[in-house]
DNA sequence: ACATTTATTTCAGTTGTCAAATTTATTTGA
DNA sequence: TCAAATAAATTTGACAACTGAAATAAATGT
């Protein structure tokens, strides 16, 4: 017989934590009824959060702000400096980390050019230590200041092993990175797939905050998608993300790098549109990727290039189609596009919303909203750091490390 | 500020009654291993529900079977006539229901033909008046032995809301069905889309009581899709369930009775079906839907017909994408085929699934089972049973009626 | 100065849980 | 047949977390 036990729940004083957290400053009565706790439970988490040096009274912030009668509430925030993590994203043609404070602030940034060729996971150790290393120098803090070091990289990632079954960055397949990287920096470590890190930023960060439920849409080399039910991260039944690229869009369609026909991914990514381009009009793929193809591109897509602007059309399209299959099979409440291509137009504009509207069924037309996010390249690695604080939370808050 | 309390959370007491559901007989101990929870916390609960008189001791089981040490375990299990719930199927070419014990044994079941026409609200409260009052006279209960009524029918269905958004039985859009019924009835009654009633009954009583995840597809006048996420059905982030009919496997494609086009449905559903068979073999469609138009198709098929094989053959390259798109998706470690069309093998043929496989990523083949479960009529109307009795189950444990 | 308002704290009471001790029912072996 | 031996079920006491109500604190208005 299966045991079921329950493993989901969270302590109020982690919920209160969060809260504080999540909002910055807030009074006890407003984490009160946020999270719907008696406002004397309130009360006794936040003193041991106090205590245990996790969060701190911000005496006398906006008090003239208020002008109410009754009591002034006293505005709670996280100590920043009471614990450090760092967030890294692996990528092509750049490498990045940031170190993030308690309360999500950013204490530092590294940005590091990397080839786009495949490497073995010795190399890819050596450049999370050098970002690390790098990072931790700027931000003047010592390896010993690090509570976790969050990780994302594009493939078929398993959270919960830490191993890599696919990535395009990696020679070998089915790696156990996680373990490779903490045996290396002798730091805990978390991993994750990429798009699970921007919706964890978008979470933590952006729209997410005051959304229970939204799918993150990120096109890059791939197509990734994140998806947040119920203000947490969902990582599907077996733990692995949703592989929204993967999804076929068309029986026998165009050649995907997965190997398989059809892929979304083949028809919406930087390598679909590069490939289009050589067909088309001979641009060449050079060494660093596909980004001088991508750029040619748009740039005579602009200048009205009709070859140019119909493989943009095409692609959005299909990105259309995709976008109403997400909405039909999760109807969130909100879909965000989000990722460094949001500078085509093409495929974010108005044309694709409209497109994805005629393939959604009636009755929830109006209901899924869609936002596309321009942030800077740095996302992924506050994503990053955002998985690395999470974790740290969970881990203060198991074993009682805050009585 | 939005607020987040808490819902989710069940009490012991009502863990305790599931457990013993699900099992039929369990002792105490094995209740405290499924469940995670003491002994002594078992023994409590299970007290306070033999008081209340939903769960009984029942003595000298197969005793003799165990041969074990020590103290043998005395088995429990739930009082099946301490309530009552009816479970309503609206479909064509007919309609049906059961009355279900508590225990989910099943007291009678009514099965009345109906029209294929679409209805108005006061027609379908007739029926299901009809049907209730037919099942509860061969039950030999009465209206007041009846805690609830499931009802479930094809279309977009508001659980929530109990509102009817569209439905092919239905003359009218945005329909408050279910207080239409409760109205009539004067029962509390509980609405659901009927592929969420399926999925329900295989929660309940079928594979998925093992099972922690997993997602059945049906295919009958349409297709549909439930999900089960840690043992829960889950109905999208709206409330809505998941509409794998209406996702999109082809731009542009065939036209769906929704009006949109490229539809899953389009391909593989009855009437799409029966439309390529009007157009190749000269079928026509008939009064009664397209039951006989399908089985025409169907002898052809066996009997050699070209035409007929390759209109089942697409079909079925269609639900292998439809379903390999289910599996990039949520990744569920078990897909359920079920429904009435079972009997039709060309879309249930290995060939499918080997389609599916060559259309998801190789990380993850073999991770996926998927099993095609032929069940009888009344499946659905057991499904809705069950959704009337997890309500009911809820209901009684909320406001500490047992106590 | 004093009433009013609102935030926070205190505290008694409740609930749910667990660990350990105890009771009960049964099998095994002498 | 009867005393271990064994395992299930129950009882008990302690404990932790939470709630609701009352008390207290800190402001504003009159």
Chains 1, 2 share one sequence.
Request: contains cysteine; charged residues 20%.
């Amino acid at each position: 017989m299966e045991t079921r036990a329950d493993v989901g729940s969270v302590s109020t004083k982690q919920q209160v934590f969060e809260a504080i957290r999540a909002q910055g400053h807030v009074s006890r009565v407003d984490i009160s009824k946020y999270i719907g706790v008696s406002a004397g439970s309130v009360t006794s988490a936040t003193a041991e959060l106090i205590t245990a040096g996790l969060v701190r009274e911000s005496t006398g912030q906006e008090r003239d702000q208020d002008a109410g009668r009754g009591r002034p509430p006293v505005s709670l925030s996280v100590r920043a400096d009471s614990n450090f993590v760092i967030g890294v994203k692996l990528s092509t043609p750049h490498h990045s980390a940031v170190v993030m404070d308690m309360a999500g602030g950013i204490r530092a940034e590294v940005i590091l050019p990397c080839s786009a060729r495949r490497q073995g996971v010795d190399a890819i150790c050596d450049f999370v230590d050098t970002l690390v290393t790098t990072a931790l120098d700027r931000a003047s803090l010592s390896a010993g200041d690090v509570t976790m070091v969050g990780v994302g990289l594009p493939g078929f990632v398993d959270h919960e092993t830490g191993e890599v079954e696919w990535s395009p960055l990696l020679r070998d397949q089915g790696v156990p990175l996680r373990q490779a990287i903490t045996a290396r920096m002798n730091m805990p470590v978390e991993l994750d797939n990429d798009a699970n890190l921007l919706t964890l930023a978008e979470l933590w960060f952006g729209a997410g905050r005051s959304m229970r439920d939204f799918a993150v849409v990120t096109i890059e080399h791939g197509v990734g998608m994140g998806l947040v039910i119920n203000n947490q991260l969902y990582r599907g039944a077996q733990g692995m993300g949703m592989e929204l690229g993967h999804t076929k869009v068309q029986l026998d369609g165009a050649l995907c790098r997965c190997g398989q026909r059809g892929c979304l991914e083949a028809y919406v990514a930087d390598y679909a549109l590069a490939r289009e381009a050589s067909t088309a009009l001979n641009m060449e793929t050079d060494d660093d990727g596909t980004t001088t193809v991508m750029n040619m591109l748009l740039e005579q897509a602009n200048d009205g290039n009709e070859a140019a602007q119909s493989i943009f059309r095409r692609a959005g399209r299909y990105l259309a189609l995709g976008l109403a299959n997400v909405v039909n099979m999760f109807d969130p409440s909100l879909i965000i596009l989000s990722g460094d291509r949001m500078r085509y137009d093409y495929l974010y504009a108005q044309e694709v919303v409209s497109d994805m509207i005629a393939m959604t069924p009636n009755t929830r037309v109006g209901k899924t909203r869609i936002e596309a996010h321009q942030w800077g390249d740095l996302v992924w690695a506050k994503g990053a750091a955002a998985l690395a604080l999470s974790a740290t939370t969970d881990r203060l808050f198991a074993a009682g490390h805050t009585e």
